[in-house]
């Protein structure tokens, strides 16, 4: 592939024209579509929403995470963060603990109904992009993944960074 050069479509990507960039944002608005519709439907079953899902898709991935880490990975107000966390202690899935250093910190933990649903709706998740990936093959998932790292604001880069190395 030439320099610049798009795979298969010999388009100039130094170049990129604001046609181009609309095809790709429309894209993004179908696919997270798409990435959305199956947890989605699981959710609905049990009156949740997608600050729901995340909460539950960071607590797994950082289990005692506190839950000022929590707001801060998912960028919401205390006061709905709270009402997301109400909902999941309520129902069983999140068990929130007195910090062992700091009495004053809450850390969350998934109980096993919790995992159970997170686990459901990562399969969905984990499904499509499975087949997704297996039909764009490694070139352009490493691409994919590389403009995704491009689009995140620098704190949240961070954050994700920190995760996928596994310190969370």
């Given at each position: 592939?030439?320099?610049?050069?798009?795979?298969?479509?010999?388009e100039n990507l130094?170049?990129?024209?604001?046609?181009?960039?609309?095809?790709?944002?429309?894209?993004?608005?179908?696919?997270?579509?798409?990435?959305?519709?199956?947890?989605?439907?699981?959710?609905?079953?049990?009156?949740?929403?997608?600050?729901?899902?995340?909460?539950?898709?960071?607590?797994?991935?950082s289990p005692e995470?506190?839950?000022?880490?929590?707001?801060?990975?998912?960028?919401?107000?205390?006061?709905?963060?709270?009402?997301?966390?109400?909902?999941?202690?309520?129902?069983?899935?999140?068990?929130?603990?007195?910090?062992?250093?700091?009495?004053?910190?809450?850390?969350?933990?998934?109980?096993?109904?919790?995992?159970?649903?997170?686990?459901?709706?990562?399969?969905?998740?984990?499904?499509?992009?499975?087949?997704?990936?297996?039909?764009?093959?490694?070139?352009?998932?490493?691409?994919?993944?590389?403009?995704?790292?491009?689009?995140?604001?620098?704190?949240?880069?961070?954050?994700?960074?920190?995760?996928?190395?596994?310190?969370?």
């Amino acid at each position: 592939m030439a320099e610049g050069g798009a795979a298969g479509g010999g388009e100039n990507l130094l170049f990129l024209t604001d046609e181009h960039l609309r095809k790709g944002i429309e894209a993004m608005f179908f696919a997270y579509r798409g990435f959305t519709a199956d947890p989605d439907r699981i959710l609905e079953g049990y009156g949740y929403g997608r600050a729901h899902h995340r909460a539950l898709h960071f607590i797994r991935l950082s289990p005692e995470t506190t839950v000022n880490n929590l707001l801060g990975l998912l960028g919401v107000t205390k006061q709905s963060l709270n009402r997301v966390l109400r909902a999941l202690i309520e129902d069983g899935l999140v068990e929130s603990k007195i910090g062992p250093k700091d009495k004053r910190e809450r850390h969350l933990v998934l109980t096993e109904a919790g995992a159970a649903l997170e686990r459901d709706l990562s399969e969905a998740q984990r499904g499509r992009m499975r087949t997704a990936y297996r039909q764009a093959g490694p070139d352009a998932v490493a691409g994919f993944r590389k403009v995704l790292e491009a689009m995140m604001d620098p704190d949240m880069r961070q954050h994700y960074q920190r995760l996928r190395d596994g310190n969370s």
